[in-house]
């Protein structure tokens, strides 16, 4: 089964521009987050979705939104871009909570991360 | 309060030897997942081993076994046997309040596991 990936690997953009970063669940999951991770703040998260909805947002300005598809690929973006957006932004899948049947919890709650898009901010 | 405490910033172990990293947690959910992820340099997260909070047993995947003492709120991971490629950074995550809290895992700060030929 292929894992999580994300799109694209490295980005340089400038003060002010806007970027957007891909992610592609493993097949099955429909639920997708995305965490910042900083040397100063660590990993934190952003937002989850599921069936294209957000359910979930952390602590983060307007200035990050995301979206998912019909296919459960998400996109994140940001908006006006600030040194301090420079960070790995990492997108991790899953089974939606409640999804049991022959599946066991361990399965079911556990989130496998993508490689993660490194985005410089200059 | 941090949900997630990992005193060890930094470890060293010899290759071949066992190493624990600490892990505390801290929840008020008496449903909650406890996951131990390795970081290498290249940056992604690689899922190591899980522990539910209704778990009978500590869990063990290979090398990997988590000691979970849930009086002490206490999730450690054993490394047996280090291998020069264990040397990565290690991170304790919790997932809690599936309702309220979806999709989010809680990560604590990281230790940097060496290991030593």
């Known amino acids: 089964k292929a894992g999580v990936t994300q799109t694209p690997r490295y980005l340089i953009k400038t003060r002010g521009q806007q970027v957007t970063l891909s992610c592609s669940p493993i097949?099955?999951?429909?639920?997708v987050s995305w965490y910042q991770q900083t040397p100063g703040q660590g990993l934190q998260f952003l937002f989850e979705?599921?069936?294209?909805?957000?359910?979930n947002k952390g602590n983060f300005p307007g200035r990050f939104s995301g979206r998912q598809f019909s296919n459960s690929r998400s996109e994140m973006n940001v908006s006006t871009l600030e040194l301090g957006d420079s960070a790995l932004y990492l997108c991790?899948?899953?089974?939606?909570?409640?999804?049991?049947?022959?599946?066991?919890?361990?399965?079911?709650?556990?989130?496998?991360f993508g490689p993660g898009t490194r985005l410089t901010v200059l | 309060a941090q949900k997630i405490t990992q005193t060890q910033p930094g470890m060293f172990v010899q290759e071949k030897e066992a190493v624990t990293l600490d892990c505390t947690y801290d929840?008020?959910?008496?449903?909650?997942?406890l996951f131990w992820y390795k970081q290498p340099s290249s940056g992604e997260m690689i899922f190591l081993i899980y522990?539910?909070?209704?778990?009978?047993q500590n869990a063990t995947e290979g090398r990997y076994s988590l000691n979970f003492q849930k009086a002490r709120k206490s999730a450690n991971l054993v490394i047996s046997a280090s291998q020069l490629g264990d040397s990565a950074m290690y991170f304790c995550?919790?997932?809690?309040?599936?309702?309220?809290?979806?999709?989010?895992?809680?990560f604590g700060d990281g230790t940097t596991l060496t290991v030593k030929p």
């Open positions: 991790a899948s899953s089974y939606p909570t409640g999804a049991r049947g022959r599946l066991s919890k361990a399965t079911t709650d556990t989130q496998y």
């Open positions: 097949s099955g999951h429909r639920s």
């Open positions: 979705y599921f069936s294209e909805t957000q359910r």
């Open positions: 929840t008020s959910d008496p449903s909650y997942g």
């Open positions: 522990q539910g909070s209704y778990d009978q």
């Open positions: 995550a919790m997932r809690e309040g599936y309702n309220t809290n979806a999709g989010k895992s809680t």
